[in-house]
């Protein structure tokens, strides 16, 4: 099948982007946006020069009503605010300062290492919540845990930064339910990519640039009715913004809808069981999660001595290849040692996957 002749969600992705230099396999980093994502965020920069920057928001509300429209829909949340920020943490950072009940928060031991700062900034004693051996949430623990010492609030990160390993989150939000207990979810990296529709959750927040392809620099949040005072809802809804990225935001969210959110949680399944399929007999290396683990990154520990810092620098370097080193920063209660994470998107080919094993032996010293 031709490029030009696009027929699988694989290839019609592909073939509405500029063609990769290479390999990218990085998007629970950044994923590559489509023309029409880059081309609405140009076009509104210069609608902001030939008919002046307000006016030019007002002529865009439209457009991102429709991608708030999309949030609500992906979330399952048809009443909620939907807030642009620049980001997961800013979102995270708004909940948090806002938050005028005691300071305690439950999360998973593989809380994200930035998310960890941001609660401890805000003056929140951390307690965690109970896991299995892979890090996923003890489903048969929960309650106990959640009774035995309740936390003010659960902060829950669907899928981390640093492991594919999907968390439960609807058993997750039953439990808070149960004991009457708010729960934020991280979703920067569960958004777009997993299921969290409908999760009862009292805020949701993600970014742009990763599963959406949406451009850097943008985020949602996703709140009940409630959940934020007045006060804050006013000042976020006043800051200063960059229009034309919440534009293509909505765009690249438009696109996603179009697809359709289940055909794309399929295939990004099917692309994370390939990629460990691909990768599971690299030498020394390690793939952490289950070959069936339902999402599309893959974590592969190093053999001993080898640095993925390195060997990330060297994929890119000497085979146009883009992975993400994990340092421990990012898990800091969990993660015990370095690791490289491959998270590529619905367009990877077996051919790709089978260029990314060969090089990442090539580069593997030993
Ligand atoms: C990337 C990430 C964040 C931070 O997102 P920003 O948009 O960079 O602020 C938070 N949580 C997780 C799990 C992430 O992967």
Known sequence: MSRS????????????????????????????????????????????????GYVAAEAAAPVLDAGRAAVRALTGMPDAGVTFTTGSNHALDILLGDW??????????????PNLAI???????????????????????IGAALA????????????????????PVHDMALACRGHDIPLFVDAAQGFAHVDVANTG???????????TAGPRGVGVLV?????????????????????????????ALGEHMAVGPAAMQARLREVGAATRTALADVPGWR????????????????????????????????????????GVERAPRELTR?????????DVTDADLAAVAEALSAVTPG
């Open 201 to 211: 959750a009292d805020a949701v927040y993600s970014s742009s640039r990763k599963w």
């Open 100 to 113: 005028t009940g005691e300071r305690t928060v439950a999360c998973l031991p593989g809380e994200f290492g």
């Open 148 to 167: 035995h010492r309740p936390p003010a609030l659960v902060h829950f990160t669907v899928l981390g930064s640093h492991s594919g390993v999907v968390q």
């Open 223 to 251: 709140t009940r009715a409630g959940v934020l005072s007045d006060a804050t809802r006013e000042r976020i809804g006043h800051v200063e913004t960059n229009v034309g990225l919440h534009v293509g935001f909505s765009v």
């Open 287 to 326: 793939v952490r999660e289950h070959h069936d683990e339902p999402s599309a990154i893959t974590t592969l520990y190093p053999p001993p001595g080898v640095d993925p810092q390195v060997v990330r620098a060297r994929l890119i370097d000497e085979h146009a290849i883009v992975t993400t080193y994990l």
């Open 338 to 346: 370095p690791a490289l994470r491959v998270s590529p998107h619905v």
């Open 5 to 52: 002749d696009p027929t699988t969600l694989a290839e019609t992705w592909r073939a509405a982007r500029p063609a990769p230099a290479g390999v990218h396999v990085d998007s629970a980093a950044c994923s590559r946006q489509s023309f029409a994502t880059i081309d609405a965020c140009a076009q509104h920069a210069r609608h902001e020069a030939e008919v002046g």
């Open 119 to 141: 609660m401890a900034r805000h003056g929140f004693d951390i307690r965690v919540l109970p896991v299995d051996e892979y890090g996923r949430l003890d489903v048969n623990a």
